[in-house]
């Protein structure tokens, strides 16, 4: 393995990205992705722990096999607590960069390859926890794969207040931080699968429009706010952007209430998306074609 970048190429909230060249047993050259973590910890068996629970979500990752989700190739450690995830380096960079600079691409299909990824995950009993524009790549076929699932959770401390404001805006409101009534201390809610539905839903609407939920991407959104029940409007979208039927799968994933949320596969199964992949997916017309 060879580091080609003196510098990150990207720089997230508890990561830096370089790109590598990997000799694979068989002599050939891969271009790959140096994820380097970033772990703070100030108490040894903490940080051991940590790394512990990093080397059980990499060989789960590992066993995973499906087009939408982004392969990986392994990890090493550069140098003391500094361990670096091995995947493949996608040149078309994340979902969101993607749109911004292929406006005309097919936006559907991007949506329906987010969510088969998202269903094979569950069926193999594995919550994402972090489903954002940053953690879904664009491979060399133009297809969006999903990647780093479990993997913010157990670098930050336990808690949305840790996570940065881009994971925020696709955060599920019941994921908030409580306080305990009587201790005062701060309660931790577990994502489960219903959480990453809701997360799912914000995505996907930001995939369909190029950007958030009015309000949503705010960074002084609040949790006042997010208790209160947000949940987009339709008067603010475009039929021509998100389609009716589309609208109503995902006016179901955005729900307050985890309980009353479609499962992914219900989604998955849901009359819309049968529909589009039925009739072929169709890329955004250029108006200046």
């Known amino acids: 393995m060879t580091q080609r970048d003196r510098f990150p190429l990207y720089t997230g909230g508890n990561s830096n990205v370089f790109r590598g060249n990997w000799v694979r047993p068989d002599g050939r050259k891969v271009m790959v992705a140096i994820k380097l973590l970033r772990i703070v910890r100030d108490d040894p068996a903490e940080l051991d722990h940590v790394l512990t629970r990093l080397v059980c979500a990499a060989r789960s990752w590992q066993k995973l096999s499906h087009p939408n989700i982004l392969p990986f190739f392994g990890a090493y450690e550069i140098g003391a607590f500094a361990p670096a995830l091995i995947t493949p380096f996608c040149h078309l960079g ?3 960069s993607y749109i911004r600079s292929h406006p005309f691409s097919n936006r559907d299909r991007l949506v329906h390859d987010v969510a088969s990824g998202l269903k094979y995950l569950h069926e193999n009993d ?3 926890e972090d489903l954002k524009p940053q953690n879904v790549l664009i491979d060399k076929r133009e297809v969006a794969c999903l990647c780093d699932f479990g993997i913010s959770r157990i670098i930050n401390r336990e808690g949305v207040t840790t996570r940065s404001a881009a994971s ?12 305990h009534p009587l201790t005062s201390n701060p ?5 489960t699968h219903k959480s990453d539905v809701y997360s799912f839903g914000i995505l996907s609407l930001e995939i369909l429009t190029s950007g958030p939920p009015e309000g949503r991407g705010d960074k002084s959104f609040h949790e006042a ?5 947000f949940r987009p409007q339709r008067a603010q979208y475009d039929v021509s952007e998100v389609a009716s039927g589309m609208w109503s799968v995902l006016d179901r994933c955005w729900d307050p209430d985890p309980q009353l949320r479609l499962t992914i596969r219900a989604i998955w199964e849901s009359l819309p998306f049968q529909a589009q992949r039925s009739c072929g997916f169709r890329k955004r017309l250029n108006p200046k074609a």
Request: no cysteine; proline share 11%.
């Open 225 to 229: 706010k997010l208790l209160e029940g």
């Open 94 to 96: 994340n979902v969101g």
């Open 126 to 128: 594995i919550v994402h």
């Open 187 to 191: 309660i931790y809610p577990k994502p």
């Open 168 to 179: 925020s805006t696709y955060i599920a409101p019941e994921l908030l931080i409580r306080v």
